[in-house]
């Protein structure tokens, strides 16, 4: 598996593998998937802003992708990155994930930011609770009950990693 900078030819796989964890899953809040327009000014916006957009793949094709951006607009919070990572679902519990937020850590690192977040969608979501886990983020607070998809009430889970610190 290698892991790379997305180029704008990968974002058609990447518009397919989020479609399928808008239609399928809660890890996303998103109901209707975005055009591959908006995924390609999603990608723009975060790349043009000095962020990292990564790509895993191997000889079957495109693995996942994960990208992080400043978690909120307002300045005060540039210092922090909120991260995002969607994965093939016949490739999950693979390591995927775990080596795309390995290197987002990293490159957020490397551009002076201090901390990352991860805002989970559904509490019941144990594979990115699992691989954030295991990369030294903690889980710092629940929201209870703030998204409705599927017919049911959903938490978000938010976790958190100092990134100056190893682990």
């Known amino acids: 598996m290698d892991i790379r900078p997305a180029t704008t030819d ?94 987002l850590i990293r490159d957020a690192r490397s551009s002076g930011f201090r901390q990352m977040l991860a805002v989970i969608g559904d509490s019941e979501n144990i594979g990115s609770i699992g691989v954030h886990a295991s990369l030294g983020f903690q889980r710092v607070g629940t929201m209870r009950d703030v998204g409705f998809k599927f017919g049911r009430w959903l938490d978000v889970i938010v976790m958190q990693r100092n990134l100056d610190e190893d682990g």
Request: charged content about 25%; glycine content about 8%.
């Open 10 to 103: 990968d974002l058609p796989a990447c518009q397919a593998i989020y479609a399928h964890h808008v239609l399928e899953g809660t890890g996303s809040f998103d109901e209707v998937p975005p055009s591959l327009e908006a995924m390609t000014a999603r990608y723009r916006q975060i790349v043009e802003a000095g962020r990292s957009w990564l790509v895993a793949e191997d000889e079957t094709g495109l693995l996942g992708f994960a990208y992080y951006d400043q978690y909120r607009p307002r300045t005060a919070y540039r210092f922090t990155a909120e991260n995002s990572v969607y994965v093939r679902e016949d490739v999950r519990g693979q390591g995927v994930g775990k080596a795309l937020v390995a290197r």
